[in-house]
């Protein structure tokens, strides 16, 4: 079993940039995936980061450029930074881990952060 808890949430204006910390109850080094989530008020969740244990990294085409997605496996902690906030960026950020055992992926996921950007 594999624990999230995310923090770096809260109240930012539009402009401004923050760092969202993932940070896991057992080591990160056997994570096959890391990444984050976000949930905006009436909307379904959509993944927007992701980055692989061979430290490669996707993005969301909505976000690219404006988010960093990083983890330090020394800390057991993945990172999200987001800069250049925009209030429709206000959302319910879930980070989630992968991880495979004998074959069999699985899934976990943290409590959530909200973030909110005022205009």
């Known amino acids: 079993q594999v624990q999230l808890v995310e923090s770096g949430g809260g109240l930012v204006q539009s402009g401004g940039s923050l760092r969202l910390s993932c940070t896991a109850t057992?080591?990160?080094?056997?994570?096959?995936?890391m990444g984050w989530y976000l949930q905006a008020p009436g909307n379904e969740r959509e993944v927007v980061a992701v980055?692989?244990?061979?430290?490669?990294?996707n993005y969301a085409v909505s976000v690219k450029g404006r988010l960093t997605i990083s983890r330090d496996n020394a800390k057991n902690t993945m990172y999200l930074q987001i800069n250049s906030l925009k209030p429709e960026a206000t959302a319910i950020y879930y980070c989630?881990?992968?991880?495979?055992?004998?074959?069999?992926?699985?899934?976990?996921w943290g409590q959530g952060t909200q973030v909110t950007v005022s205009s």
């Open positions: 989630y881990a992968e991880l495979v055992l004998l074959g069999v992926v699985g899934r976990y």
């Open positions: 980055v692989i244990s061979d430290e490669s990294t």
């Open positions: 057992r080591s990160i080094f056997s994570m096959y995936a």
